[in-house]
């Protein structure tokens, strides 16, 4: 319930301004992203790589209703991804993209422009070594980002895409995207969405994950297992046993600030583990959706706006 209202604020102009224009609110975002331009974005994927772990940097913004801002957004991670290259082979450090930042809200068009944009940043990962991976919004845009998703992967195969297990459609979208090269990161979802197309209770969401994850273990591309849940970390286990997967083979991946011990301590234990770095100064919708994945951290947000 209270998730639910939290979504429901993460879409309100209104909120939005309290919430973004309130002072406190910096101190407690800095716990969830990096930092607000490139040079922290890139400094914090140095500390995160250099104590054995690997990134995915995500340049903040979504839903961008402005031809212009989406063209900045990807100059943004052209200037990034410049920045990434000047790290030399090896940094271990991917993006992350929101289509909706990049265009695809832009009506008739958007899907064009988005594509145009998407394509402009996988040309500069390509030229740093590195690759990208759509990230999943709301299930309006499924479709579309796949779509997308199928034109990139023509000329950029290693791109890569998220899907949400408590979409009633993902198993079948999984089944498709199971195949030779592809990268898929499988989540929980973090929208609001209405029970004609997705799972309402947790239990339910987890063991359609535990399905997804099935099936994209049994295929032949590359999971990324993006969750925080330690009982679905240790069913990814078994299930790479059964399909006889090594590590390496697939991934972990977690959120920055999240689960932080976690993180290096699947790392120590071998793993390949991806931490979701997010960077800049549109960080409302990113923040509010982690509220609500947590009350605790509600509580947190609030006892720091009335401690000094
Ligand atoms: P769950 O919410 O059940 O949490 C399991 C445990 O993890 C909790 O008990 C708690 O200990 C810890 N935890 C989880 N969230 C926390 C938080 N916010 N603060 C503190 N502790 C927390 N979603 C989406 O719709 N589209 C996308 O593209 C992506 N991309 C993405 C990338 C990566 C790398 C990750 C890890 C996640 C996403 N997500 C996402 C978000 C995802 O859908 C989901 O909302 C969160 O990962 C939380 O779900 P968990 O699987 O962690 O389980």
New binding site residues.
């Given amino acids: 319930m209270l998730g639910s209202l939290l979504l429901a604020g993460s879409r309100s102009r209104l909120v939005r301004r309290a919430v973004s224009g309130f002072p406190p609110s910096r101190r407690v975002v800095k716990r969830f992203v990096a930092g607000d331009d490139t040079e922290a974005a890139v400094a914090a994927s140095r500390r995160l790589t250099g104590s054995g772990l690997t990134v995915t940097i995500d340049h903040l913004g979504e839903e961008t209703r402005d031809a212009g801002a989406a063209a900045q957004a990807a100059k943004a991670y052209v200037i990034l991804l410049e920045g990434l290259a000047g790290l030399g082979q090896g940094h271990g450090t991917e993006v992350s993209v929101k289509l909706s930042a990049v265009g695809q809200a832009l009506g008739a068009d958007g899907d064009a422009i988005a594509l145009d944009h998407a394509r402009e940043i996988c040309s500069a990962a390509r030229a740093a070594g590195t690759t990208v991976t759509l990230?999943?919004?709301d299930h309006t845009t499924v479709d579309s980002t796949l779509g997308i998703l199928r034109e990139l992967r023509a000329d950029f195969p290693g791109t890569g895409v998220?899907v949400?297990s408590y979409l009633f459609r993902t198993e079948g979208d999984c089944h498709d995207l199971a195949g030779e090269g592809s990268r898929v990161?499988l989540?929980?979802?973090?929208?609001a969405e209405p029970p004609g197309v997705a799972h309402q209770k947790?239990e339910d969401v987890d063991r359609a994950y535990v399905r997804c994850l099935r099936i994209l273990m049994a295929g032949k591309g590359y999971p990324m297992v993006?969750?925080?849940?330690d009982r679905?970390i240790s069913i990814s286990e078994s299930l790479a046993a059964r399909y006889g997967r090594e590590r390496g083979d697939y991934e972990y991946?977690?959120?920055y600030g999240?689960?932080t011990d976690r993180q290096t301590a699947l790392a120590g234990a071998g793993h390949t583990v991806r931490v979701?770095v997010p960077y800049g100064d549109d960080w409302y919708g990113y923040f509010m959706?982690?509220l609500a994945?947590?009350p605790a951290?509600l509580a947190f947000f609030l006892r720091s706006l009335t401690s000094k």
């Fill in positions: 990230d999943m919004e998220a949400q990161r989540v929980k979802g973090a929208y947790k993006a969750t925080h849940d679905l991946q977690m959120l999240i689960r979701y959706r982690r994945e947590r951290n």
